[in-house]
C-alpha cells in the first residue's frame, strides 16, 4: 500500500513540474499565434509610424499586447524606439523580436510598410502552420509511447508475472530461473519508462523536459506493474 | 593513415580481441567485421544526418533572410539574424561570413559553406543567396524556393504520420509482448519441459537485452521521423 501511494505522489509532483514549465511554453506560443493576425492589422494603418503600430498593438492582442506595452511605455518616457525594443528582450519569442526588428527597419529605411508587414506575416503564419502540423503528427506518437512506458507496458508485464506465479505456484521460491526473470521485470519497466520520456523530451524539443516526464511515467510505471501484478514482487 | 582509420582499427581490434577471449575466434571475426562496417558508414551517415537537418532548417533560414532583406536590414546582419535559429546551417553561414570579413567574396564563402553540405538543394540555395548579394535581385527568389521545400515537407510529413500507428504497434510488442512471451518461456520450460535455461543468463536477458530492444526500437522510430519534424 505504501508502495502505491508513494507513486501516487511522485506522480503527481511530476505532473504538477511539468504543467508549470508547459505553461510558461504556451504563453510564448499563445504571443506567436498572434503576431501574424497583428502584423496584417497595422499594414492597413495609414501612415504606419513605429509610435501608431505600437499603439495599435498594445491593446487587443492578449499576451502579445502586455509584452508590446513595456515597449509603449518606454516610448512614452522619450526612450528611442530602438532601445525601448529592449522591453521585449525578457520575452522568449523569437518571432516576435523577429516582427519587431522588421517593423522598426521597415519603418526606418523608408520601405513600402504594408506590403513589408503582409509578407512578414505571410512568412512567420507559414513558420506557424509548419509548427502546428508537426504537433499534430507528433503529440498521438509522444502520447501513446508516454502511455505504453508508463501504463500498458508495465500492466502486461505485471498480469504475466501473475499469471507465472500461479503457475508456478509454491515451487516458485525454489525455482531460480524463474525468480530471476521475474527480479528483472521491473529494471526492465524502469528502462522502459525513462526512454519513453526521453523519447517524449525529444519530440518536444527539450531534453530537459525528460526529467519531469521521467517523474511521471517511472512511478506511473511501478504503479501500474504492482497493481497489475498484485504486489507480489514491490 | 588518417586519424580517424587509425582509431577506428584500434577499437575494432580491441572489440575483436575481447570477443574472441570470451565467444571464441568465430565472436571475434563477426565483431572485427561489424566493428569496421561501423566505421566506414559512420562518417557517411553523419554527413547525411547533418545535411538532413540543414535541408529542414532551410524554407526558415531563406524566409527570414528575404524579410530582412525587404525590410532593408543589411544584408550580412540579415545573413547573421538568419543564423540565429537555424544551428546547423546557421554554422556553416557563419563560418562564411567570417571568410567575408577577412576578404573572401561572399560568394566564395558561401559556396565554400554548401560544400560542408552532403546536400545539392543546400548548396544551390547558398548559391541564390551570394546572387542576391551580388545581384541585388529581389529576395522573392529564395521565398519561392523556400515555398517549394516547404511543400515536400508537408508531403513527407503526411507519409509519416500515415506509418505512426504501424511504429506504435511494434513498440509496443517489443516492450510488452516479448518480454512477457519470455516470462512465460522460461516458466513453463522449467516447469513441463526438459529445455532449462541457468538464473543469470534468464536475469540478464531479461534486464538488459529486452529493456535495449526497447530503447533501440523507439530510437528507431525516432530516427525514422523526417529531419524537419525533429527539433
Known sequence: MLVEILGIIAAGAGAILLLREQRKNRRIKEIEERIPAALLDVSTLPNITFRSAIDHLSKGYGPLSEEILGVKRALDRGIPPRRALTAISGCKSRLLKRAMKILLTGIESGANVSELLRQAAEDIEEELEMERSRRANLTLQKYSVLASTGVFVPAVLGLTERMVAQMVGSGLSTNATVLAVLSAIPINIGIVAISGAVFAALIDGNVRYALQYGAITVPLALLSYALAGGGLVI | ?231
Open chain 2, 1 to 231: 593513415m588518417d586519424d580517424y582509420a587509425k582509431y577506428s582499427l584500434l577499437v575494432a581490434a580491441a572489440l575483436s580481441t575481447l570477443a574472441a577471449i570470451t565467444g571464441g575466434f568465430q565472436a571475434g571475426a563477426l565483431v572485427f567485421i561489424l566493428a569496421i562496417a561501423t566505421a566506414i558508414a559512420l562518417p557517411y551517415r553523419m554527413a547525411r544526418a547533418r545535411a538532413e537537418l540543414a535541408e529542414a532548417e532551410l524554407p526558415y533560414f531563406l524566409r527570414t533572410l528575404a524579410s530582412e532583406v525587404d525590410a532593408g536590414i543589411p544584408y550580412i546582419q540579415a545573413l547573421e539574424d538568419a543564423c540565429e535559429n537555424s544551428p546547423e546551417l546557421g554554422k556553416a553561414v557563419k563560418k562564411a561570413i567570417r571568410m567575408y570579413r577577412r576578404g573572401i567574396p561572399i560568394s566564395k564563402a558561401l559556396e565554400s559553406a554548401g560544400e560542408e553540405f552532403d546536400s545539392e538543394s543546400v548548396r544551390r540555395a547558398l548559391v541564390h543567396v551570394a546572387a542576391l548579394y551580388h545581384m541585388g535581385k529581389e529576395a522573392q527568389t529564395l521565398r519561392h524556393i523556400a515555398d517549394a521545400m516547404l511543400s515536400v515537407h508537408r508531403a513527407e510529413s503526411k507519409r509519416f504520420s500515415a506509418k505512426l500507428a504501424l511504429y506504435s504497434l511494434f513498440f509496443l510488442g517489443i516492450a510488452a509482448l516479448l518480454p512477457a512471451l519470455f516470462t512465460m518461456y522460461t516458466a513453463i520450460g522449467s516447469l513441463f519441459l526438459t529445455e532449462r535455461m541457468d538464473a543469470t543468463t534468464a536475469f540478464l536477458i531479461s534486464a538488459i537485452l529486452l529493456p535495449l530492444l526497447s530503447v533501440a526500437s523507439l530510437a528507431f522510430m525516432y530516427y525514422q521521423m523526417p529531419a524537419f519534424l525533429r527539433r
